[in-house]
């Protein structure tokens, strides 16, 4: 477990031609915005730093090695990716831990090393020093979410396997989890265009008039040209597609009480820490906020039940159900019930959702969830599984398997079984899954599974 090694630090920085994982997943779920300022603390060679600056974003970085000068200011986000996991002295792994916390205003963004990644070496401390004379500290995604929140006094969030959140506030975390699990683009909302238009695209959005904390500007137009909010409604709905705010309606009381549900391991959050859309949510949809956390609530306790979760994927109307599983494309998980995507959000606290999932897997017969990676999904026929990350949520365990230099990979047949009803290929994959059919490409269900298997069967096909 020793070395004699010096440990060159410096040397683990590497020149990025686009930004790294943890930033790239922070710009994507909203923690970072243009309205955001970011500080890369352990920056390296400052690459994550130059291409937010290039898209607008107002960004420094602070590196021992390479950017010493100027010591680093307070930032609304503080990115410390793949730093910690650097550092073999376990003290200053800390100390570093917490300063960068004390220089984030709203959110702290840890990312490390995992368990699973490729990194080879002598061992030492809890990771292995490289043959180029670098230390990487090896983590178990759980785990490391545990470090963090012991050193830093906050649970944090997951952002991936590898990234924890640190949210400095209850509002800032709020606004996370409702984004993340709420599934409505609410970006810009059109403010150049006519009220009514802005007005039918809320109606068709939210299932709802929109309230005055939500949308002030808009209930002061609407006001001026219709005079009373009721007669601009009237007029909405000659526009709006029949049914299409009751789906809405039914979609943001789901998204309302899964994000409610999954914030609860942080205690009952305060109403007026909720962002203004999910408080009007909450007020239309359930009257009170005492209602509806505990319908979140009951809805959590559900999910730990297994005869609760084996009653709700019968009934799903999305994804391919087997005897043990219910397998659904990452696209359609919105469209599953309640209680199954909090299911599958429980894994989430677990362990975090790889960026590059494809297909999950809810199992009924025992508390788990895959993720799997399938990274030509949309372009293959027949697309191989790149890896596979479980959690176990009964005992609490991670594991991963990585088949990208295996030779007999997973295979995937009828992607139209994954995907929900309305997906634009549906149609299409669903004819080719019949030709295949009537071809008996499908008669040896038991080999086709793999590589090997497929093309064993794709050629006694030729030869016939």
């Known amino acids: 477990m020793t070395t004699s090694r010096a440990i060159s630090r410096e040397r683990t920085a590497i020149s990025r031609d686009r930004l790294s994982v ?17 500080l890369d603390y352990g920056c390296g060679r400052g690459d994550d730093v130059h291409r937010f600056q290039a898209a607008g974003i107002t960004a420094a970085g602070w590196d021992p090695h390479y950017s010493p000068e ?45 368990r699973w990644d490729d990194v080879r070496g002598d061992d030492h401390v809890d990771g292995v020093v490289t043959s180029r004379s670098t230390f990487q500290a090896l983590h178990r995604p759980r785990e490391f979410r545990l470090w963090v929140g ?17 949210f400095n506030s209850s509002a800032a975390r709020l606004a996370f989890v ?40 808009l209930i002061a137009d609407l006001t001026t040209e219709y005079g009373t909010l009721p007669r ?59 209602k509806a956390y505990r319908t979140a609530e009951q809805l959590l306790k559900a999910a730990g039940q297994p005869e609760h979760i084996c ?26 019930p309640a209680i199954l995507r909090i299911y599958e959000a429980c ?29 030509t999904f949309d372009t293959d026929p027949h697309p191989e599984q790149r890896s596979a990350t479980d959690v176990d949520i009964g005992f609490l365990r991670v594991s991963h398997a990585d088949h990208a230099r295996s ?30 059919t009537a071809d008996g490409l499908f008669d040896r269900p038991d080999i086709i599974g793999s590589r090997t298997g497929w093309q064993k069967v794709l050629s006694q096909k030729r030869k016939r």
């Open 311 to 336: 009653r709700s994927v019968q009934s799903a109307r999305t994804g391919k159900i087997t005897p043990t599983s219910l397998y659904i494309h990452i696209d359609a998980i919105h469209r599953l």
């Open 407 to 436: 030779l007999n990979p997973p295979i995937l047949h009828r992607r139209e079984e994954f995907v929900a009803q309305d997906h634009p290929m549906r149609a299409a994959w669903s004819r080719l899954t019949a030709e295949e």
């Open 178 to 217: 409702h984004r993340a699990f709420t599934d409505t683009d609410d970006g810009d909302h059109g403010a150049q265009q006519h009220p009514l238009r802005q007005l039918v695209a809320h109606l068709e959005r939210h299932g709802r008039m929109p309230a005055m904390d939500e949308r002030p500007q």
């Open 70 to 114: 100027p010591p680093p200011s307070p930032a609304d986000v503080v990115l410390l990716t793949y730093v910690l996991n650097v550092i073999d002295d376990l003290r200053e792994r800390e100390q570093t831990l917490q300063h960068a916390k004390r220089l984030a205003r709203q959110c702290l963004v840890v990312s490390t090393r995992l």
């Open 150 to 166: 012991l050193i830093t006094g906050i649970r944090p969030l997951s952002g991936g396997p590898e990234t924890a959140y640190v």
């Open 232 to 290: 601009a409604r009237r007029a909405a709905e000659q526009i709006v597609t029949p049914g299409v705010t009751i789906v809405a309606a039914r979609r943001r009381t789901a998204d309302l009480v899964v994000a409610l549900a999954m914030d609860a391991f942080h205690g009952r959050p305060k109403l007026a820490d909720l962002p203004p859309d999910v408080r009007a949510d909450v007020r239309a949809f359930f009257g009170s906020y005492t």
């Open 22 to 38: 943890p930033a790239r997943r922070a710009l994507d779920q909203g923690v970072i915005t243009s309205n955001t300022t970011v």
């Open 347 to 375: 894994a989430q606290v677990l362990a975090g959702r790889p960026t590059d999932t494809t297909i999950i897997r809810l199992r009924y017969d025992t508390p788990a969830i895959s993720y799997l990676s399938y990274p």
